[in-house]
């Protein structure tokens, strides 16, 4: 198996079963995100001394019996807007070349006290202010499928860090999407959490009123379980899932023309037992933008005035 691609939770379970080590794991990411031809722009930078010394202590946890949480041990990447003590802070932008912060943000710190692996920053559109996650300042991730096309963002490197196995998920921002874009543009999941119920503290401000952080990874019940760990609360078990019927909206439209062709995400999750809880059926494609022809082009409807009214005003005799 893939361990480096492996769901988060599945490897918190290897862990607690001895199948892998926190060590190993460590040490199999910073040399794949060091190898791979993509790295630097991916990583903006790693924390290996960080990674090593967590990984040994979560190696010794599970020795003496003393693991903090089903994640203990796993390794994850952290978004260049999340504060991290002593580790230049840059969130994409010049502007803020070579600032270090003296603490770890508040979620950095939960995260550590739940036993994850701090692997080091990601790339991201400068100050999180886009949704393509370009970046020609620092450097602009590749799309895991294509590097010709464009990784979505801001939260782009924290996306694209687990899309090519150089991270077990990651921790990004939304404001507008900044992470639900990037993980849909790269075969992943994005949960945005309801604002306020996640910490901001220590993260660089885009809009205060809708930033929130939140994670980045493989499966729901990883994106599930990190929150737990954000938040100090307790774990979410998705077992019990209400049994209801699910309907999915398949989006159509000019964005999406010429894209991959994806496998079947519903024979995939009937595969995985969904049918024990209910039934699938996916809801009529929904276009948000026509297709244009080459038909001759519709007339625009006049502008509205100033007072919003679309009233001509006489021309002068």
Not at 74 to 95: C, F, H, M, R, Y
Not at 100 to 111: F, G, N, V, Y
Not at 212 to 219: D, E, K, N
Request: proline fraction near 9%.
């Amino acid at each position: 198996m893939d361990w480096l691609r492996a769901p988060l939770a599945e490897q918190g379970r290897a862990i607690m079963a001895g199948l892998i080590s926190p060590i190993d794991q460590a040490e199999a990411y910073l040399d794949a995100a060091a190898k791979h031809p993509y790295g630097s722009r991916i990583y903006a930078r790693m924390t290996p001394e960080r990674a090593r010394k967590e990984a040994v202590a979560a190696h010794d946890r599970v020795k003496s019996g003393l693991r903090r949480s089903l994640l203990d041990g796993v390794a994850i990447s952290w978004k260049d807007n999340v504060d991290s003590a002593g580790t230049p802070t840059e969130a994409g932008s010049q502007l803020l070349k070579g600032r270090t912060p003296d603490a770890d943000a508040e979620i950095l710190s939960h995260a550590t006290g739940a036993g994850l692996v701090c692997l080091g920053k990601t790339h991201m559109t400068e100050l999180a202010f886009s949704g393509l996650g370009l970046n020609p300042m620092t450097a602009t991730p590749p799309n895991a499928y294509d590097p010709a096309l464009a990784p979505g963002g801001s939260s782009s490197g924290a996306a694209v860090s687990v899309a090519l196995g150089l991270a077990a998920a990651a921790i990004g921002t939304d404001t507008g999407g900044s992470i639900r874009l990037p993980a849909a543009w790269n075969g992943l999941v994005g949960f945005k959490p309801t604002h306020g119920a996640i910490s901001g503290e220590g993260v660089v401000p885009l809009c205060l009123r809708f930033d929130t952080a939140g994670p980045i990874a493989r499966t729901v019940e990883d994106c599930a379980l990190l929150f737990s760990a954000l938040t100090r609360g307790p774990e979410i078990d998705l077992s019990e899932t209400p049994n209801r019927k699910l309907r999915l909206l398949v989006l159509e439209g000019i964005p999406f023309d010429g894209a991959r062709e994806a496998p079947s995400r519903l024979s995939r999750m009937r595969s995985n037992g969904w049918r024990k809880r209910g039934p699938i059926s996916a809801a009529p494609p929904f276009r948000p933008w026509p297709r244009f022809s080459n038909s001759p082009a519709r007339s625009l409807p006049p502008r509205p005035t100033a007072s919003g009214a679309n009233r001509s005003k006489p021309r002068p005799s």
